[in-house]
Every structure is written in C-alpha cells, then in structure tokens.
C-alpha cells in the first residue's frame, strides 16, 4: 500500500469555500487502476491558517505515479487550476509514505 498526502495551508474564514472545492470537483481518481480511496482531512487551526490535507491510499507506488502521468491527472487538474485561488496561503506540500506493516 501506498499513501499520498498534499498538506495544505487555508486562510481562516476561508475553510468552507475551500471544502466546497473539493466537494463539488471531479477528481477522475475512480478512472486509474490502483486507486483504493480518498478523504479529504481537516487538521489544526492557528492564528494564521487552519491545516488540511488530502489522503490517497493507492495499491502501489508505480499506480500512485501511473496516475500523476495519466489523462485523468490532467483533467483533474487542469480543472482544479480553473477555480478560486484566494484560499490557499502557498503551494501545497506533499508527502508520501509507503506501508511497512
């Protein structure tokens, strides 16, 4: 098993539009071999920014990087690319993990 994790930093007052974004966008993830599951986490606030991070489990590296390579990759975020911005406070960071038990 494979995880992916995008940790991202929200502007305070803004965490309902950015829920809403992931809500209402089609990530194409149900198209790519390997895809186990999604969810989309809420971490801690702080007097800057309220922490969440997007969660992909895949069956494998190879599909998790299968997918970064794939139409559905693309589609996905040439969508996400085409919303509101305003929301984010930087780049997101992503972080993989590889199951060892």
Request: glycine content about 4%; cysteine-free.
């Amino acid at each position: 098993m494979f995880l992916a994790m995008n940790r991202f930093r929200i502007a305070l007052g803004r965490e309902e539009d950015f829920i809403n974004h992931w809500r209402n966008r089609n990530s194409y993830l149900d198209e790519v071999p390997g895809f186990v599951s999604f969810n989309l986490l809420r971490g801690e606030s702080n007097d800057q920014f309220t922490l969440f991070a997007s969660h992909s489990v895949w069956a494998s590296e190879q599909a998790f990087i299968d997918w970064t390579k794939s139409e559905a990759f693309r589609k996905a975020h040439m969508q996400a690319g085409q919303s509101p911005r305003d929301f984010y406070l930087g780049p997101p960071h992503l972080e993989v993990f590889e199951s060892v038990l």
